[in-house]
């Protein structure tokens, strides 16, 4: 099993930046792919960017249409700790965002095996 701790969510101003953190433990591999996922109540689970990686190189990053140029994923190798750097937030962003890990990144909910428990981000205007 493959445990996902977010942290790093809160609130912020439009325009401003929050970093937020998954932390992995349990059966991790050398190669495998995390994504971050973002829902507001009433729609469905939302793909915000994954990275897929093999030991310390990263062979796959991408984004939604909607972070493009605005956010980034990146990972650290040693702390099995993946990042999601948000700049320029806007109040759509606003959502919890979910890390997930699996053995394909991609932008579809079902790639995914494991999920986090979820950290809120509220962006005001």
């Known amino acids: 099993q493959v445990q996902l701790v977010e942290s790093g969510g809160g609130l912020v101003q439009a325009g401003g930046s929050l970093r937020l953190s998954c932390a992995a433990s349990?059966?991790?591999?050398?190669?495998?792919?995390m994504g971050w996922f973002r829902q507001v109540p009433g729609k469905e689970r939302e793909f915000v960017a994954a990275i897929k990686w093999s030991y310390v190189s990263t062979v796959y990053a991408g984004y939604a249409d909607s972070v493009k140029g605005r956010f980034t994923i990146s990972r650290a190798y040693a702390q099995n700790t993946v990042y999601l750097q948000m700049n320029s937030l806007k109040p759509e962003d606003t959502a919890v965002y979910y890390c997930?890990?699996?053995?394909?990144?991609?932008?579809?909910?079902?790639?995914?095996?494991?999920w986090g428990q979820g950290t809120q981000v509220t962006v005001s205007s």
């Open positions: 997930a890990a699996g053995p394909r990144a991609g932008d579809s909910v079902g790639l995914y095996d494991h």
């Open positions: 349990g059966r991790t591999f050398s190669a495998y792919a």
